[in-house]
């Protein structure tokens, strides 16, 4: 029989990226009243990657934002930026709750995830499409979120590269195991591409935490396509598919 697998529920994390900078706050208060779970921050260098976008005072700007009711909504840092450390006590000060950074930015990857920890944030690491997935066998204990891009980082609007599917499934499985021997969960998330029309897919590989941001900015009723992403990753069976042979 196969193994459980984890039953964390889908979050649904907008990527600001495609939203307009000209009413950053606007925009944020928009989709968390519209259902977002997270809003995730790329940050981006032209460096690591060909292109430059936000810091640690644009998180501050949008931290007293990041509401709903009395409920604190994480602000989900992901960091495309090269060299990693120096940045991690200026986000986690700035108001982050999640910060995640691609291991080949990092000259020590496990001192970065402890750098994170120690600043009272929850830690990740990322994985380009490329990618393989050793180190996250090492630093499995030191880790909250696990996020595979399904498009190469640096532009929003891109296609979902599918061969992710398979690379999700995977993790899902290392990720399975390893909540079974230790009880504790981490989430499974997914950046570039995703829409109404793939998630459920996405979901049945074994994600359960989505990045999109051009499919929610793109339309003009946040709510609708919150509402639509959520029912069909909820509905899709998490799990389910297998990877190819
Ligand atoms: C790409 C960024 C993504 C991007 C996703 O480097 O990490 O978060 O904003 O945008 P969509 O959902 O439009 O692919
Ligand atoms: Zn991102």
Redo the contacts with the bound molecule.
């Keep these: 029989m196969a193994t459980p697998h984890t039953t964390l529920p889908p979050l649904i994390a907008p ?1 600001i ?2 939203a307009d900078f000209a009413r950053l706050g606007e925009e944020v208060r928009a989709v968390i009243d519209a259902g977002a779970d997270w809003i ?1 921050f ?1 940050v ?1 260098d032209n460096h690591y ?1 060909p292109n430059l976008t936000i810091g640690p005072a644009v998180c501050e700007a949008i931290r007293p934002y990041c509401v709903r009711g009395e409920a604190k909504i994480p602000i989900d840092v ?1 960091l ?1 930026v090269r060299p990693v450390d120096a940045l991690i006590g200026l986000f986690a000060k700035a108001g982050a709750s999640v910060i995640t950074f691609h291991p080949e930015a990092s000259d020590h990857v496990d001192r970065s995830l402890s750098l994170i920890r120690e600043s009272g944030c929850q830690s990740g690491l990322v994985f380009n499409p490329a990618t393989p997935l050793e180190t996250l066998h090492y630093v499995m204990d030191k880790i909250d979120v696990v996020l595979l ?1 399904s ?1 190469n ?6 296609a979902f590269i599918p061969a992710t599917l398979d690379k999700l499934v995977r993790v899902r499985r290392m990720l399975d195991t390893y909540q079974e021997r230790t009880g504790r969960p981490i989430r499974l998330e997914v ?4 829409k109404v029309d793939n998630i459920a897919e996405v979901a049945a590989a074994g994600a359960d935490t989505f ?5 929610v900015f793109g339309q003009r009723d946040y709510r609708s396509v919150i509402a639509s992403l959520r029912e069909r990753a909820a509905g899709a069976g998490r799990g389910v598919r297998k990877e190819a042979a």
Excluded: E, R
């Design positions: 990527s990226l495609s995730h790329d981006m990657v992901h495309m891009m498009v980082p640096g532009f929003g609007g891109q950046d570039g591409g995703i990045v999109a941001g051009s499919a």
